[in-house]
C-alpha cells in the first residue's frame, strides 16, 4: 500500500485523479482541502500531521464524513520526498496484519500493538484492517 506525499499546495493541481490515500505535509486550509477532494475523486482519507490536526475547521470536519473521507494523524516517518513521492507500507507491517487476523485477534487490538512496533498510527492501520 501506498501513501501519496504532498509537501506543498502547488502539488495538489498536479495530483492523479485516482489518489486513494494522500499525506498532507503542510498546514492545509479548507481551500486547499476542497481543492484536493474536487481532483481527487476516489480519496479515502486524508493524513495530515498531529500538530496541523488540531487547525482543521469542525466544518471541514463535517465536509469530509459527509464525503465518506478519513481525516487521520500520522507521519511519514523517514519519508524523503526527493527520492519518492509515495511512501509505502512495508510489507511486513500488511504480513503481521494478516497474521494477527488469523489468529482471531479484533481490529483495535491488532492496530493498537502494531502502532508500536510500526511507525504508523493507530487510525491509518484501522484504515488498512478494513481495507485487507
Not at 51 to 68: A, P
Not at 84 to 89: A, D, L, P
Request: with cysteine; aromatic share 6%.
Amino acid at each position: 500500500m501506498k501513501i501519496r506525499v504532498v509537501s506543498k499546495r502547488d502539488e495538489i493541481p498536479n495530483l492523479d485523479a485516482g489518489e486513494k490515500v494522500i499525506h498532507l505535509a503542510f498546514r492545509p486550509s479548507n481551500e486547499d482541502i476542497f481543492t484536493l477532494i474536487k481532483r481527487c475523486k476516489d480519496v479515502e482519507v486524508i493524513q495530515i500531521p498531529t500538530s496541523y490536526r488540531r487547525t482543521v475547521s469542525k466544518s471541514i470536519e463535517m465536509f469530509l464524513d459527509m464525503q465518506g473521507i478519513r481525516l487521520v494523524e500520522g507521519d511519514v516517518w523517514g519519508h524523503r520526498k526527493d527520492i519518492n513521492e509515495y511512501y509505502s507500507i512495508s510489507p511486513a507491517v500488511i504480513e503481521r496484519i494478516k497474521e494477527m487476523k488469523s489468529e482471531g485477534i479484533a481490529d483495535d487490538e491488532v492496530a493498537e500493538r502494531l502502532s508500536r512496533e510500526s511507525k504508523l498510527n493507530k487510525e491509518m492501520l484501522l484504515y488498512i484492517l478494513e481495507k485487507d
